[in-house]
């Protein structure tokens, strides 16, 4: 279990994030929603080791991994999906991939690898070509991939739907579900509120860097007043 406690972010006299608390349980995806600038983002940051917190703690199983350099995060089993994918555009998709998983050995790398590849059969397709020209889904499917060759216990995913079709992000999106049935913990920052609503299983809500709503997602559409006033109307349309 990842768990958030009491987590405040400074960007020099700004503080972006301001006692955010939250937790993710195996097997769950945990849904952050808010507006541009309510600190979604610079959380995500904070637990995989790219912000050092001003105040707080990051706790995976137990053992605190606060502040932690990114690198001895992922080999303490937190990955990070970013933004806009980020994919090794002129590296062929193995090639990608391998370097998700430079910390396992060789036969922990194949099983992974294999695993991968049944997961997301079009990259198996496509290995041996550059990723710079796979389609935006598949590039969010190899950004998937590469993270699940760290061997992750939980994955940190951020905006996994941005810029896709709406059938992509559909596929995306069961993905996502179906890495967290797989025994992983998911904490998605997802713009898309209506489509992350579809996938979460526990909800939270930030505005201006603090916690306005934490609950089961089922009952986060029955608070809109207080999603509303931030995320807007055409968010929870529907």
């Known amino acids: 279990?990842?768990?958030?406690?009491?987590?405040h972010v400074n960007y020099g006299a700004i503080e972006a994030v301001r006692g955010v608390a939250l937790e993710v349980q195996p097997g769950?995806?945990?849904?952050?929603?808010?507006?541009?600038g309510a600190g979604k983002t610079t959380?995500?940051?904070?637990?995989?080791?790219?912000?050092?917190?001003?105040?707080?703690t990051v706790v995976l199983d137990g053992k605190d991994i606060t502040g932690l350099a990114a690198?001895?995060?992922?080999?303490?089993g937190v990955a990070l999906v970013p933004e806009g994918r980020r994919v090794f555009a002129p590296l062929t998709v193995a090639e990608n991939l391998r370097l998700g998983g430079y910390t396992a050995g060789k036969a922990a790398f194949d099983e992974t690898l294999a695993r991968c590849y049944e997961m997301f059969p079009i990259l198996h397709e496509r290995r041996n070509g550059a990723a710079g020209l796979l389609s935006g889904g598949e590039?969010?499917?190899?950004?998937?991939?590469?993270?699940?060759?760290s061997q992750p216990k939980v994955m940190l995913l951020d905006e996994p739907s941005m810029g896709l079709a709406p059938v992509v992000v559909d596929t995306i999106l069961a993905s996502?579900?179906?890495?967290?049935?797989?025994?992983?913990g998911i904490l998605m920052v997802?713009?898309?509120?209506?489509?992350?609503?579809?996938?979460?299983?526990e909800v939270v809500a930030l505005a201006r860097g603090e916690v306005v709503y934490s609950g089961v997602a089922g009952d986060a559409r029955n608070h809109?007043?207080?999603?509303?006033?931030?995320?807007?109307?055409?968010?929870l349309a529907g």
Not at 1 to 7: A, C, F, H
Not at 28 to 36: S, W
Not at 224 to 235: I, M, N
């Open 1 to 7: 279990m990842l768990r958030i406690d009491d987590l």
């Open 28 to 36: 769950k995806v945990t849904l952050v929603l808010g507006a541009n």
């Open 43 to 56: 959380t995500l940051k904070a637990v995989a080791g790219l912000q050092s917190p001003h105040r707080g």
């Open 71 to 76: 690198h001895k995060v992922v080999a303490r």
């Open 139 to 149: 590039q969010q499917m190899l950004a998937f991939g590469r993270a699940l060759m």
């Open 176 to 184: 996502v579900r179906a890495m967290s049935e797989a025994g992983i």
């Open 190 to 201: 997802e713009q898309n509120a209506e489509a992350g609503l579809d996938v979460a299983d």
């Open 224 to 235: 809109a007043s207080v999603l509303r006033a931030f995320l807007g109307e055409a968010a």
